[in-house]
């Protein structure tokens, strides 16, 4: 699994690296959403975990820029936020997010969504 990390923080960024890695998972970091822009222009991530709120562009951006790319099966994305409320959640939810996490994330709970994606699409 190829994972893109958008974080703004470097610590938090680098425990999610480490985390990933541990599980297996190849994984890249983006400091800011400009870099995230880069990175999913040049390359193909099966799931991007992206800050809401990065500097350079957000995390909706950069949403946005995936869901509007053609591939057969759309990348896993989640926004990752401090922000802990149901409207801020249905928003993302609503801008094409496939899930939405409160920091501090929960790497088993956050595993467990990408690969029941992967599930489901394998059987659509």
């Given amino acids: 699994m190829r994972i893109l990390?958008?974080?703004d923080n470097p610590v938090t960024a680098a425990y999610i690296r480490a985390?990933?890695?541990?599980?297996?998972?190849s994984v890249e970091v983006a400091l800011d959403g400009a870099r995230?822009?880069?990175?999913i222009e040049r390359e193909r991530f099966d799931?991007?975990?992206?800050?809401?709120i990065l500097p350079r562009y957000d995390g909706i951006?950069?949403?946005?820029a995936i869901r509007q790319q053609s591939h057969q099966v759309q990348p896993y994305v989640a926004i990752?936020?401090?922000?802990?409320s149901d409207a801020a959640r249905q928003y993302?939810?609503?801008?094409?997010?496939?899930?939405?996490?409160?920091k501090p994330i929960d790497p088993d709970i956050v595993i467990e969504s990408i690969e029941e994606y992967y599930r489901t699409s394998q059987r659509q």
Wanted: glycine fraction near 4%; hydrophobic fraction near 60%; charged fraction near 20%.
């Fill in 61 to 64: 951006d950069v949403l946005q």
């Fill in 36 to 39: 995230a822009l880069e990175l």
């Fill in 92 to 102: 993302c939810l609503a801008c094409g997010a496939n899930d939405f996490f409160t």
């Fill in 80 to 84: 990752v936020t401090v922000v802990d």
């Fill in 47 to 52: 799931a991007v975990l992206v800050d809401w």
């Fill in 5 to 7: 990390v958008a974080e």
């Fill in 19 to 25: 985390v990933f890695e541990r599980y297996g998972w």
